[in-house]
Each structure stands twice: as C-alpha cells, then as structure tokens.
C-alpha cells in the first residue's frame, strides 16, 4: 500500500467537489470523502491530523442534515423549513470557515506528513482494523441487546468507521475481509434512515399529526434494524472477519 497514493487520492476526491459547495451532491460526496481521508490518516498512524480533519467533516455534516430536513419539510411545515433554512445558511458561512482553515492550515500539514510517514505494513493495518472491529462487536451487542437511538446511532458510528477502512485499505485486505463491506453498507443504510428519523422526532416535537407519522416509521425501521442485527450475531459475521485478520 503506498502511503502518497493512499492519502492523495482521499485529498483529491475531496478537493473534487469544494467548488460546486454547497450544492446538495457535492457537500455529501465532500463529507464521505472527509470520512474516507480519516480513514487513511488512521492507517497511516498519522491520528494528530484527525481533529482537523473531522472539524470540515461536521462542518459538511452540519449542512448536509440541514438540507435533509428541508427537503423533508417542503409541503410538510413552511413556518419549519423557513426557521431551519436560516439554520441552514448559518451552517453553510461555518462550513466556508473550515474551507478556509482546510486550505490554510490542515492540507499543508497533511502534504507535510505525506513525506515524513511510513508506509504501513500489514501488521499494522490489521492492528487498526482489529480495533476497530472489536469496537463495531461490543457496540453491536449494545444495540442489540438494548436499541436506544443512543446505542444505535454509536453502532452507525463504528459501521462506517470499519466500512471506510475497508475501503481505503481493500488492495492490502484478505477477500474474505473486504467482503464485509457490503452487509456493513446495508447495515448502515437503514441505520441512517432511523436516525434521520429520531432527528425528525426532535424537530416536530410540536406537531401531533407528523410527529406521528415518524413515530410509526421509527417503529417500522426498528424492527428492520433489529432483524439486521440478529442476523450478524447468528453468522457471527464480525468474529469471521476478525479470524481472517490473523
């Protein structure tokens, strides 16, 4: 795995999109690759350059659940949309500061970096994946054993931690490991809907008929949720993973 081409290219998809910000498509596929460029950082033990990193990713974060929200409540709430849509623009003059910071202080400090760290070795990579994937375990049984939007929400947190790392490392990774990426995709997809749907619970609060509404789809994407999690633990498909590592 060479280390130039492993940080460059997360850079490169990331800077990819910052002109067209802070258009809808281009502030999510910035953010997955703020994610994916995390994710590099940590195989490459460069974890001092992650809060800076993380910082433009929230930033990106803070826009993107913004504009889910309006959309959602376009025809729903206009007193809603109006009041979230200046959150929005406060959101977007935040993420124009990151922008800044990121082109002032943090890719400097990341090409920096680039000549002064070691490529990894594969000892090393299945060290940062095991601890991943020991974290993804417990929080997994956390969830399953007590579904709290808490529990599930850290859960979608580590799922695309391992999912990332995956990604960014699949050319120095057993097939067997890389094949998991698809079933943490799938995980993580309908993770994203509940979430999506407790933050819309917080926001109409106020609104019997549609807080209904996302309290019956709460019910719908628990039970989905669930049948997920039961199904990783039967096939024990994390342990699986894990052994291959060795």
Known sequence: MAKTRLLLDQVTALERYEAVVPKKDAVHEMRVAARRLRA?????????LDPKVKALQDALGEVRDLQLQIDWLQGRDAALGRSTRARLRKAEEALRRELRTWHSRTLPAILEAIAGS???????LSKVL?????RLQERMQRARTRPTPASLHRLRISAKQVRYLLEVAHDSLPAKVIRLQSDLKTL??????????????????GKPGLLREQEEARKRLRKIAEAQLARWHKQDLLQRVDGALR
């Open 118 to 124: 070691s490529t990894p070795t594969s000892r090393t």
């Open 40 to 48: 590099a950082l940590r195989v490459l033990q460069l974890r001092e």
């Open 130 to 134: 095991h601890k991943r994937l020991n």
């Open 188 to 205: 993580q997809t309908v993770l994203g809907e509940l979430h999506d749907v407790d933050v819309r619970i917080g926001l109409v609060s």
